[in-house]
């Protein structure tokens, strides 16, 4: 593929993972973007204002769910890769407002899903050859790890909230569209993201912005709740390789091999902006407020990379150490960025049934 000039459809650009993944692309030589994002309040386009006027890259502005525009748009742009990364993704707002997650990360799928068989059934030769849908998962569908053990690509679904069950129905709708229309559908699964241009609701943005403000850091429970934590530009680096070289009807797990605690993700932020950002005779592990948990708290997820880094070559570039350092750095460099976000969002919690 990367012989001539490929066409990406990347959904949800402009929000954490997709706007990490267009940047990526641009990096890349012959390839050309569209961003298909319907900006809703977790989107920011200032995320991909190093983009804006070049000349392979264009932005269009739609719901994933309205089939009309989502099927103009792809007959537009003849994409070779559709990237479908469009989701609501925020576990607290799912269990207050599930409606939302069923719409997008659903009804959106099966759209996206439709159009893009349309367009394959038109194509002839090597452009249908070199066709792929990548849809972009969670591995929250896998449900709750024990102590031990990592979740592989052959683990057994087993959503826990709204969200992830949305998520794990879209999974099944694309598989089942590679089964039945023959699709070219390659499905991957992620630990969770962390890195630059991350929308402050998420616990590693929120606790830095917080930290740095002086406010308190919220840590649900006991904060014992344990997550693999992947940096963000290494997943949009697995991701361009998954949609070009993965192999159509397979599933990829992408992780960092970094598993923490949320206390230990707080307690790490708050020593490194004590070394940056030191306020004289106080440490900011002393801002840690442990808060009610949310209902049904997934205890530890962690990601089999193996088939990723073995089939494919991949591998993850920062450690956890290396990537949350910079990551702190990110944030206490680009206020710009992130000051406009925190006046109209000041980091409440979003979202919890009552």
Not at 101 to 116: D, H, K, P, R, S
Not at 276 to 281: F, N, Q, S, T
């Amino acid at each position: 593929m990367s012989q001539q000039n490929l066409r990406v459809m990347v959904t949800g650009g402009s929000g954490f993972i997709g706007s990490a993944v267009c940047r990526h692309l641009a990096g890349q030589n012959n390839v050309a973007i569209l961003n298909y994002d319907k900006l809703t309040y977790a989107a920011s386009q200032a995320s991909l204002a190093m983009l804006e006027g070049k000349a392979d890259y264009q932005f269009v502005q739609g719901d994933v769910a309205d089939a009309a525009l989502v099927s103009a748009t792809i007959k537009a742009f003849r994409p070779d890769v559709v990237m479908h990364l469009a989701a609501e993704s925020h576990v607290d707002r799912s269990i207050t407002g599930p409606g939302e997650f069923i719409q997008t990360n659903i009804v959106g799928t099966y759209v996206m899903l439709q159009a893009a068989l349309e367009h394959w059934r038109g194509l002839e030769g090597e452009d249908k050859d070199r066709f792929r849908f990548h849809h972009i998962s969670t591995d929250e569908v896998f449900g709750s790890l024990g102590a031990e053990g990592l979740f592989s690509e052959t683990t057994p679904y087993d959503p826990r909230s709204p969200y992830s069950a949305s998520k794990a129905s879209s999974d099944h709708l694309a598989r089942a569209w590679g089964h039945t229309y023959g699709l070219p559908v390659v499905v991957s699964n992620c630990s969770n993201n962390y890195g630059p241009y991350h929308f402050p609701e998420k616990l590693i943005p929120l606790v830095t912005l917080n930290a740095l403000e002086g406010k308190p850091l919220p840590v649900y429970g006991k904060g014992d709740n344990v997550r693999d934590w992947l940096h963000v530009e290494d997943h949009a680096r697995a991701l361009h390789l998954i949609a070009t070289k993965g192999v159509p009807g397979e599933s990829y797990n992408v992780g960092g091999r970094n598993e923490r605690t949320n206390l230990q993700v707080v307690e790490a932020i708050c020593d490194i902006l004590d070394e940056l950002r030191p306020i004289a005779g106080q440490s900011r592990r002393d801002l840690i407020t442990f808060v009610t948990d949310r209902p049904g708290h997934d205890a530890r997820y962690a990601i089999d990379a193996t088939k990723l880094e073995t089939e494919l070559g991949w591998r993850a570039q920062e450690t956890f150490d290396t990537g949350l350092r910079k990551t702190v750095q990110w944030y206490l460099d680009n206020e710009a960025w992130w000051g406009p976000l925190r006046e109209r969002y000041a980091g409440q919690r979003l979202g919890l049934a009552k």
